[in-house]
């Protein structure tokens, strides 16, 4: 498995903007799907967004899509999560993930096999 790491969490105003990184400990993750999914209190884990190991596809949730943005690179073997005109329902643990079967993200966490600690976003009102 590989080890992911997040940074870049922290509180914000509902409107503002964070950008969380995921840094892998192995460069053979530039060759795995990645995906950001978050868990708020409660609720079940749920995705936000995944990118293919080259980059050409990206999905989002569509509660996020024109919001947030995803984007690899993979020479620095790490992956971002842009977020931008943050509403108080983002309130979430923000957990990366990687899949070393396939080069396409799917939607089900049950596919992941390597996740990161998370990472606190907390979107005040």
């Known amino acids: 498995q590989v080890h992911l790491t997040e940074s870049g969490g922290g509180l914000v105003q509902a409107g503002g903007s964070l950008k969380l990184s995921c840094e892998a400990s192995q460069r053979t993750f530039s060759y795995y799907a990645l995906a950001w999914f978050r868990q708020a209190p409660g609720k079940e884990r749920e995705f936000v967004g995944g990118?293919?190991?080259?980059?050409?596809?990206?999905t989002y949730a569509d509660s996020v899509k024109g919001r947030f943005t995803i984007s690899r690179d993979n020479a620095k073997t790490t992956v971002f999560l842009q977020m931008d005109s943050l509403k108080p329902e983002d309130t979430a643990v923000y957990y990366c993930?990687?899949?070393?079967?396939?080069?396409?993200?799917?939607?089900?966490?049950?596919?992941?096999?390597?996740w990161g600690q998370g990472t606190q976003v907390t979107v005040s009102s």
């Open positions: 990118i293919s190991w080259s980059g050409g596809t990206i």
């Open positions: 993930a990687a899949d070393p079967r396939r080069v396409v993200p799917t939607q089900n966490r049950h596919d992941y096999e390597s």
